[in-house]
T-cell receptor
């Protein structure tokens, strides 16, 4: 069964600290993996998209890694800021159609001063 | 570009009423997606269009839901009759290509009482 699981479900960190969010998937075949950031009351915004051949991609203080062999991805946030408080959603595509996107339920990150 | 535009931003209606949600995609994007987001189920793809044609509506929960895209710049999602369990945030997203980055609108928060 194609699934995407994210951990932790929620996380609270101090401003300035680093954190890592996890995404494990069982989707097959695999086309790409996306990380989205969703601020409260807003639509998701794409952070990174990685294909099978990419094992790391950065977007500012956000760095995503992908291990297609173990079917794991992580999103590392460096020097967190209050504005990083949001939900982070991992989405995996099997490449067979736009409808075949598998969504994680997200990690809710709260950065406190 | 103003991004994906959705209206209304909030909708409160009574059970049994018809609800129509509207979306204007980003100009030049050939794909349009309708999603529903709830706390329990996260993001779910309902239907998507390519060049105004519905490609897959397997995510549409029931016959009470229908979606149209009469032209490249406008789409509607209609619920008739609405039920309390339809309460959710409905997002519209668009993209240039099936597997490209999707740009989400701000969402419509629907409450059915």
């Amino acid at each position: 069964k194609n699934q995407v699981e994210q951990s932790p479900q929620s996380l609270i960190i101090l401003e300035g600290k680093n954190c890592t969010l996890q995404c494990n998937y069982t989707v097959s075949p695999f086309s790409n993996l996306r990380w989205y950031k969703q601020d409260t009351g807003r639509g998701p915004v794409s952070l990174t998209i990685m294909t099978f051949s990419e094992n790391t991609k950065s977007n500012g203080r956000y760095t995503a890694t992908l291990d297609a062999d173990t079917k794991q991805s992580s999103l590392h946030i460096t020097a967190s800021q209050l504005s990083d408080s949001a939900s982070y959603i991992c989405v995996v595509s099997d490449g067979t159609g736009a409808n075949n996107l598998f969504f994680g339920t997200g990690t809710r990150l709260t950065v406190i001063p | 570009d103003a991004g994906v535009i959705q209206s209304p931003r909030h909708e409160v209606t009574e059970m049994g009423q018809e609800v129509t949600l509207r979306c204007k995609p980003i100009s030049g994007h050939d794909y349009l997606f309708w999603y529903r987001q709830t706390m329990m189920r996260g993001l779910e793809l309902l239907i998507y269009f390519n060049n105004n044609v519905p490609i897959d509506d397997s995510g549409m929960p029931e016959d009470r839901f229908s979606a149209k895209m009469p032209n490249a710049s406008f789409s509607t999602l209609k619920i008739q009759p609405s039920e309390p369990r339809d309460s959710a945030v409905y997002f519209c997203a668009s993209s240039r290509n099936r597997d490209y980055e999707q740009y989400f609108g701000p969402g419509t928060r629907l409450t059915v009482t």
